[in-house]
Nanobody, 121 residues
Framework: HVQLVESGGGSVQAGGSLTLSCAGS????????MGWFRQVEGKDREAVATLDYRGRTAYQDSVKGRFTISKDNVLNILYLQMDNLKPEDTAMYYC????????????????WGQGTQVTVS
């Protein structure tokens, strides 16, 4: 049973930093694709940063150079380090994982966390 639990969201001023964590349980996530998505009310969920099954990273253009995705394969924790945050980064952030090559779009992912809110003012 796949379970993903996010933490680390909150409110921060523009220019600040937050680190999101996603603890995975129920199985090992080695060789799974994983990623972070975000959603603003009324809009589609979009991929922010993803790792393919080999651990190669991909970032949305708007976050390149500011966000860093990483994974601890021993602890089964996925991280998103977010620096130089901007008001347009305000959204609900979701952790995603699947047993496939990549998780680059919402349609490819079957497993989701409950979400953690990030608000940048």
């Amino acid at each position: 049973h796949v379970q993903l639990v996010e933490s680390g969201g909150g409110s921060v001023q523009a220019g600040g930093s937050l680190t999101l964590s996603c603890a995975g349980s129920g199985r090992t996530y080695f060789n799974w694709c994983m990623g972070w998505f975000r959603q603003v009310e009324g809009k589609d969920r979009e991929a922010v940063a993803t790792l393919d099954y080999r651990g190669r990273t991909a970032y949305q253009d708007s976050v390149k150079g500011r966000f860093t995705i990483s994974k601890d394969n021993v602890l089964n924790i996925l991280y998103l380090q977010m620096d130089n945050l901007k008001p347009e980064d305000t959204a609900m952030y979701y952790c995603a994982a699947d047993d496939r090559y990549d998780c680059s779009s919402e349609a490819l992912v079957s497993n989701w966390g409950q979400g953690t809110q990030v608000t940048v003012s």
